[in-house]
């Protein structure tokens, strides 16, 4: 499994941005792929889920200003973030679970979004 992260960036209040993680060595519909963002000094939290049977979950944390997404046929896992504000930044990780074993989870290297005027 590897997944890649990118389309982080500096960012204006009240901006947009897409992040992108393409994924390889496994069987993209076989897996629950998610969202994850991790802020200076604090836990790293859930943002968004695309369960393997296509179902999509929002945590609180970003619900109603992010869309996530998915290309199967590329393999690429998206976030499209609206009218972010400065405490979004962070760190903003994706993550592969096997369906049949979501007890473990890979991960990709992070893109860093920064929120600032």
């Known amino acids: 499994v590897q997944l890649v992260e990118s389309g982080g960036g500096l960012v204006q209040p009240g901006g947009s941005l897409r992040l992108s993680c393409a994924a390889s060595?496994?069987?993209?519909?076989?897996?629950?792929m998610s969202w994850y963002r991790q802020a200076p000094y604090k836990e790293r939290e859930l943002v968004a889920t695309i369960w393997s049977g296509g179902s999509i979950e929002y945590a609180d944390s970003m619900k109603g200003r992010v869309t996530i997404s998915s290309n199967s046929a590329k393999n690429i896992l998206y976030l499209q973030m609206n009218s972010l504000k400065p405490e979004d930044t962070a760190k903003y990780y994706c993550?592969?679970?096997?369906?049949?074993?979501?007890?473990?989870?890979?991960w990709g290297q992070g893109t860093l979004v920064t929120v600032s005027e």
């Open positions: 060595g496994f069987t993209f519909t076989d897996y629950h």
């Open positions: 993550s592969a679970r096997y369906y049949v074993t979501p007890q473990f989870e890979d």
